[in-house]
C-alpha cells in the first residue's frame, strides 16, 4: 500500500477505471456473441440489423483504448466474411436437403433384412476367454 498522498490516489484511479474498462469489455464480448448466435441460427435479417451496431461498439472500443485498432478491423472483417457465407449458405442447403431425401429413400429400399443370431454363431463369434492357469492345463 502506498504512503504518498497522489499515489494512493493513483491506486483508487486505477481501481475505477479498471471496472470501467472490464465492463466496455464485457459489453464488447456479448455483442459478438449475440451476432455469433445470429449467424448460429442461420438468421440473416437479424444478422444484417446488428452488424452496423456490433462494428459501431468495435469503434468505440477503439477510441477508448480497450482493443487495438488492428484488432477491430480484423473483427470487422471476420464478421463481414461470416455474414457472406451465411447469405450465401440457404441456397445450397436447400440443394443438399433434396439430395440427402433421396438418398435416404435409397437406402431404405435396398436395406436387407437382418438374420438373428443363434446359440451357435454367437458362441463362434467370440472367442474363449483364457487365464494362464487354463492355457497351461491345455497345453499338458
Known amino acids: 500500500m502506498p504512503n504518498i498522498k497522489s499515489a494512493k490516489k493513483r491506486v483508487d484511479v486505477a481501481a475505477k477505471n ?78 443438399v436437403k433434396k439430395e440427402e431425401v433421396k438418398v435416404v429413400a435409397e437406402e431404405e429400399v435396398k436395406a436387407p433384412a437382418k438374420k438373428r443370431a443363434t446359440k451357435k454363431t454367437a458362441e463362434a463369434e467370440e472367442p474363449k476367454k483364457t487365464t494362464r492357469k487354463t492355457a497351461k492345463k491345455d497345453a499338458e
Do not use: C, M, W
Not at 465492463?23 to 444484417?48: C, M, P, Q, R
Open 18 to 95: 479498471k471496472q470501467i474498462n472490464k465492463a466496455y469489455k464485457s459489453e464488447l464480448a456479448t455483442g459478438l456473441k449475440k451476432f455469433n448466435a445470429f449467424i448460429g441460427a442461420a438468421d440473416v435479417k437479424g444478422a444484417e440489423g446488428f452488424l452496423p451496431e456490433i462494428v459501431k461498439l468495435l469503434d468505440k472500443s477503439v477510441t477508448r483504448g480497450i482493443i487495438h485498432k488492428n484488432k477491430a478491423d480484423r473483427k470487422k472483417a471476420e464478421l463481414g466474411t461470416k455474414l457472406v457465407k451465411l447469405q450465401a449458405a440457404p441456397a445450397k442447403k436447400e440443394e
